[in-house]
């Protein structure tokens, strides 16, 4: 059974209660045992380092700190923003250690040693759990579905930072789609950011840029979005209503939550998906799961031939 | 008994507003072997080499130091001085007291003068110490060896052998031409590539004195200056050149078709080929990896078409070795693969090409027959979008320097599509333009009116696909918007690198290399055509990216140097290297091991006079030793000296202080 | 129009230059990050501009546009960057020094954007962890538009998307020390 240290974030009780529900069904069947850091606090999101220099390292200091007390090698992170924002405090704090010092006082939970590796929820399933151990857990394939799997902005930049995927394509998510018997599809604006936190106070910024997004999904052919990031599930869903009214246009695009469509391919009922917290419904997008896939044009490619006959 | 001469220089005011010339000769005169010390304005010059030279009749010296510029300046000056008055010309010593003096303490005269008696004081020192040396003989073989047969090579082998002096050109492909073949029409002139490079390529193939190897490549080269040994690898061609006619019947019957590399992978060549149709040597190769019979041991129709009988599977790699006295490198380069720019779609959008791509793509003899079309459908595109710098200037992808040819055949690109497309429409987005050679600013300047093309000051940052169409998304950044062009066709001006076996061609020929693979000059300025190791020479883009004028130029130059090389039967050589004292050498050869020159070899030498059993010791090749004094800092049994520099000069010039 | 030559050009470059830790004279204006960044085209000076304004000491400019206050940090346009310029970092200075001196965009956007995040933290100095329902009720009233996603709210509400009640920590007071020592720390002389 390997443990997993695991910070929820502050949406994981609200916005984005069906990433963390179906998240700890995943990780049950994935046998790895989620241990939840205790008392933990909000990572100060976007407003914190927006806004101050010392509290954006102080805030997510504090939970590096409680993590090594439970003493697993590695932290994993479901909420992008919450991600990026532990990743960077390590990364800057273990680099200039006088720095780490400063930060430190703020707390008194205890010393920062820099022990525990921090990862993304997706790039914990990716990297740690493999393309492998997906595929032989699979008992509901989901041959049928088209898929645009839409990583924001946070997961794999800056590069440097994260060092997991590419920056501009990256194929992990897609490929774990793939691993569950969907089709993913080409999408060029797989990290375009969608507005992440002017959701709330420049909510028309979040309805161009989401709107592109959506557009460009629904014109690459896919029937819903996979994403791994409560925010951007929030922006593409429950603005789409806005976005719809503001473009003009039909989208009946459902966002669902990588962790949705792995619970569902390991066997998971549907009922059990938290679906009804979608604003934008997701049952018929579900139904084209099992059916036959639509007929291509079969493209000839040029024979290369290689005759085994003399003239 | 020691006679010295000092003789301090004022360089004008160089020195001697820094440093009190006087004060210098009266402190030497005050040394017991100094005989007679003299100050004047400037030593360099005629009557300041005459005053050197009556000091010396007149005052029986047997050695001199000048106090004056670096030896870099006027060491040669001096030493022919001194020996035009009977002096050995390596009794000579400088003592450099503007460089090392005046020039970097200029704030302090007292010390400066000071710090000037004390290297004058190590100077004469030393200069008692020093040995007659005499310039060595060495013989020179007069035969130049070419390696690459691209325009570079061409021009450079043809110059030579204009000069009555045999070549050997070496090309690693079927057929000499290099990139020059591939082109269209070159910038400014739009010129044709081939009808311009194609009787060159006829005047190296009958050219009496140019003995041309294609399909080969050289495997080791030992040696030193006008004395080296080649190795070189004749690949199995598998075809019998001699009776081969080029008739072509061949590789008109055979059945395999693979990616022409030519082309780019746009279209098919068979397994038995000719690069492209003015090939020369107009004779087909085959391909191993792809022919049936030697990989699977069928077919077999190009041998039962051939009416010569020259097709022969059992043919091997062969290795034959040339004795030459000079080589010139010139290997050319290739193109940048743009993969990791993720974010323009490379290799994910059939319709993003390169610019050797889009050069093929527009000449006649080219996969569409002289017509651009989008990959991806066949259909003629419009709207073309070009950018230049894609990997050049870019830090973040690993290259910083700049490509130079690019902006010139961007606009050259327009104009050709502007040629093949009437009702195209050019976007060019750039960085720069740089047009900096003869005729190019108006040549830019016409692509620019005469196609209508639009150029955007700005990188683009992304490309995506919107249907058919590919969206091309930047800022011009002369008006401050964002721009998104509907592309039809995106051609991307990639980077110039040096060949990729560039480093392992530079480790066995002994000569140095960059960071990005380009061969290492001697000097950037002033010796651009030599590298570190005599009598090896560069032209072309394996020495940094250039455009044909210069690659030319280049070429002449080093042909002009070899003919230098090889203008007497003998090469006189400077005496300041190492030697080996036999006695004390122990044979441990770390001498040997350290030595950049690899001018170090073995010899048996019996263990004592009349003995037949022998051992081994080090033995420096004269000819390649260039001095650097490696092999003396690591002998611990004083075997290895230098002469110049002994261990006895420089214990004086310490003791001197 | 603008006359150089006249006073200190570089005090500004340097001192964002000391503060992001890149150095914006290796910027050689480009507009890759400007055609990258997904907000160029809501603000004042795109980030291409931001440097050069930057590089001539045009420090008011800078500070009174809305340029940084829309990025995203969404660092496309650094990971694109030739120059390897740590852009995000550059914007977050520039933000940070707005603050310090009082100087901002009169903007309603810009002054809705930071009455967010002020907002925001003062939730997470409360709580010790967000309160959405609170920090949108609070944003409305304070930037006047009370109705704002009035008709997203029954919904969100009814699917439990946001919650009526604030979560809560056991230790929050820890939460209030950090913001006060974080204070403190702020009010240092700067290296």
Redesign the interface.
């Given at each position: 059974m390997k443990k997993l240290t695991y910070f929820p974030g502050c949406s994981a009780h609200g916005t984005s209660e069906e990433f963390d529900h179906t998240l700890k069904l995943v990780m049950k069947s994935l046998e790895v045992e989620l241990d939840e850091i205790p008392d933990w606090n909000c990572c100060g999101a976007t407003s914190a380092h927006v806004m101050t220099e010392n509290l954006a390292l102080a805030l997510p200091l504090r939970n590096l700190v409680l993590a090594e007390t439970l003493h697993n090698d590695t932290m994993g992170i479901a909420c992008a923003s919450c991600y990026a924002r532990h990743k960077v405090t390590k990364y800057e704090l273990d680099k200039d250690p006088v720095l780490a010092k400063k930060i430190n006082t703020t707390i008194d939970d205890g010393t920062y040693h820099g022990s525990v590796e921090v990862k993304s929820m997706l790039q914990f399933v990716y990297e740690d759990i493999g393309i492998e151990k997906i595929k032989s857990l699979v008992k509901k394939p989901l041959t049928g579905l088209k898929v645009a799997c839409y990583y924001g902005c946070l997961l794999t930049r800056p590069k440097a930072i994260t060092q997991f995927d590419s920056p501009e394509y990256p194929m992990s998510m897609d490929r774990i789609m793939e691993a569950l018997g969907a089709t993913a599809v080409p999408f060029d604006f797989k990290t375009e950011c969608c507005g992440a936190s002017f959701s709330i106070s420049s909510s028309d910024v979040v309805l161009s840029l989401s709107g592109k997004i959506l557009e460009y999904a629904k014109a690459s052919g896919a029937d819903m979005i996979v994403v791994a990031c409560p925010l951007c599930q929030s922006n593409l869903d429950m603005r789409q209503p806005g976005v719809e009214k503001l473009f003009h246009v039909k989208l009946n695009l459902p966002v669902m939550y990588f962790t949705q469509l792995l619970a569902l391919a390991f066997g998971h009922d549907q009922k059990d998906l938290m679906l009804g917290k979608h604003i934008v419904p997701v049952e018929k997008a579900l139904a084209k799961i099992g059916k036959e896939p639509e007929k291509k044009e079969e493209i000839k490619s040029k024979k290369t031939v290689e005759s085994e006959e003399a003239k | 008994m020691a006679r010295v001469g000092v003789f301090v220089c004022f360089c004008g005011a160089n020195i001697a507003d820094f440093v009190d010339v006087n004060e210098v000769v009266e402190e030497t005169k005050k040394i017991k072997d100094v005989k007679f010390a003299i100050n004047y304005k400037y030593m360099c010059s005629d009557p300041g080499q005459g005053l050197i030279k009556q000091a010396i009749i007149e005052n029986k010296l047997t050695s001199v130091v000048v106090a004056a510029c670096s030896p870099r300046m006027h060491e040669k000056t001096f030493r022919r001085a001194i020996s035009e008055a009977g002096l050995n010309p390596f009794l000579l010593e400088i003592a450099n007291i503007r460089e090392h003096s005046s020039w970097v303490h200029q704030k302090d005269k007292k010390s400066a003068t000071a710090k000037s008696c004390d290297l004058v004081r190590m100077a004469v020192a030393k200069s008692i110490a020093n040995e007659q040396l005499h310039e060595i003989s060495v013989p020179v073989t007069k035969r130049a060896l070419v390696i690459g047969g691209g325009i570079a090579g061409i021009q450079a082998a043809l110059d030579i052998a204009d000069a009555h002096i045999p070549v050997v050109l070496v090309e690693k492909s079927p057929s000499i031409g290099g990139r020059m073949a591939q082109l269209d029409e070159t910038f400014p002139t739009l010129d044709c590539s081939q009808c311009i490079l194609t009787p060159r390529m006829v005047d190296v193939a009958t050219h009496p004195y140019i003995e041309l190897i294609p399909y080969s490549e050289v495997v080791g080269l030992d040696g030193y200056v006008g004395n080296y040994k080649v190795q070189i690898k004749k690949k199995a061609s598998y075809v019998n050149f001699s009776s081969c006619t080029g008739c072509g019947a061949c590789s008109q019957k055979c059945p395999v078709k693979v990616p022409n590399e030519f082309n780019l992978g746009h279209d098919k060549r068979k397994a038995i080929y000719s690069p492209f149709p003015q090939a020369v040597p107009n004779k087909p190769v085959i391909d191993a990896e792809h022919c049936l019979m030697l990989t699977k041991g069928k077919c077999g129709i190009c041998k039962k078409t051939c009416e010569k009988g020259s097709i022969d599977y059992d043919m091997k790699d062969e290795i034959i070795e040339r004795e030459v006295g000079a080589v010139v490198v010139a290997t050319g380069y290739e193109l940048y693969d743009a993969s990791p720019y993720e974010e323009y779609g490379v290799g994910r959008f059939k319709d993003v090409i390169s610019s050797l791509e889009f050069e093929r793509m527009v000449s006649a003899s080219g996969p569409t027959g002289g017509t651009p079309i989008r990959p991806s459908d066949g259909e003629i595109p419009k709207n073309v979008v070009f950018i230049k710098c894609v990997g050049s200037r870019d830090e973040a992808k690993g290259i910083e320097y700049c490509s130079k040819i690019c902006c010139m055949y961007t606009a050259k690109h327009a104009m050709l599509l502007h040629h093949k497309v009437h009702d195209s429409h050019a976007f060019i987005f750039y960085m720069d333009i740089r047009a900096a050679g003869k005729g190019y600013e108006e040549f830019v300047k016409r692509a620019q009116v005469e196609t209508a093309a639009t150029y955007l000051r700005g990188r683009v940052s992304k490309i995506y696909q919107k249907g058919k169409k590919l969206i091309v998304r930047g800022e011009d950044a002369q008006i401050g918007q964002i721009v998104e062009v509907e592309a039809d066709l995106v051609v991307l001006a990639t980077a110039v690198m040096a060949q990729k076996d560039n480093p392992d061609l530079a480790r066995r020929l002994g000569i140095s290399y960059d960071k990005y693979g380009f061969l290492s000059e001697a000097h950037p300025k002033l010796r651009p055509v030599e590298t570190s190791k005599a009598g090896i020479f560069l032209a072309g883009c394996t020495q940094a990216p250039k455009d044909i004028p210069d690659t030319v130029s280049q070429a002449s130059a080093c042909a002009a140097k070899v003919c230098g090389l090889f203008a007497s039967d003998t090469m006189k050589k400077d005496p300041m290297i190492s030697h080996i004292v036999q006695e004390n050498c122990t044979g441990c050869q770390n001498c040997i091991r350290v030595c950049p020159y690899t001018a170090i070899v073995t010899e048996e030498i019996p263990i004592a006079p009349r003995s037949t059993e022998m051992r081994t010791i080090a033995k420096v090749n004269e000819g390649v030793c260039q001095g650097c004094g490696s092999c003396v800092a690591i002998c611990r049994s004083f075997a290895a000296t230098l002469s110049g520099f002994t261990d006895k000069q420089i214990i004086n010039e310490i003791l001197a202080i | 129009m603008i006359t150089l030559g006249i006073k200190d050009q570089h005090t500004f470059l340097d001192e964002v230059n000391k503060r992001s830790g890149c150095n914006i004279l290796e910027c050689?204006?480009?507009?890759?990050?400007?055609?990258?960044c997904?907000?160029?085209?809501?603000m004042d000076?795109?980030p291409?501009?931001v440097m050069q304004f930057v590089k001539l000491g045009m420090k008011d400019e800078v500070l009174v546009a809305n340029s940084s206050w829309?990025c995203?940090?969404?660092?496309?346009c650094?990971?694109?960057?030739?120059?390897?310029i740590?852009i995000p970092r550059v914007m977050?200075t520039i933000?940070?020094i707005a603050?310090e001196e009082n100087i901002s965009s009169k903007s309603k956007?810009v002054k809705?954007?930071?009455?967010?995040?002020?907002i925001?933290?003062d939730m997470?100095r409360r709580y010790?962890?967000?309160y959405?329902l609170r920090?949108?009720a609070e944003?409305n009233i304070r930037t006047r538009n009370y109705f704002?996603?009035m008709f997203?709210a029954p919904?969100?509400l009814g699917?439990?998307?946001?919650?009526l009640l604030p979560?809560r920590?056991?230790?929050a007071k820890?939460?209030k020390?950090?913001?006060d020592?974080?204070?403190k720390?702020?009010e240092q002389p700067k290296q």
């Open positions: - | - | 050689y204006q480009c507009g890759k990050c400007s055609g990258t997904p907000v160029s085209m809501y000076i795109t291409r501009q829309f995203l940090t969404c660092a496309a650094s990971g694109r960057c030739p120059r390897q740590d977050e933000r940070h603050i956007k809705d954007i930071r009455k967010f995040h002020d925001f933290l997470v010790g962890r967000g959405e920090l949108m944003f704002k996603d997203l919904s969100a699917k439990g998307k946001i919650k979560a920590m056991k230790t820890a939460i020390r950090m913001f020592m974080a204070k720390l702020e």
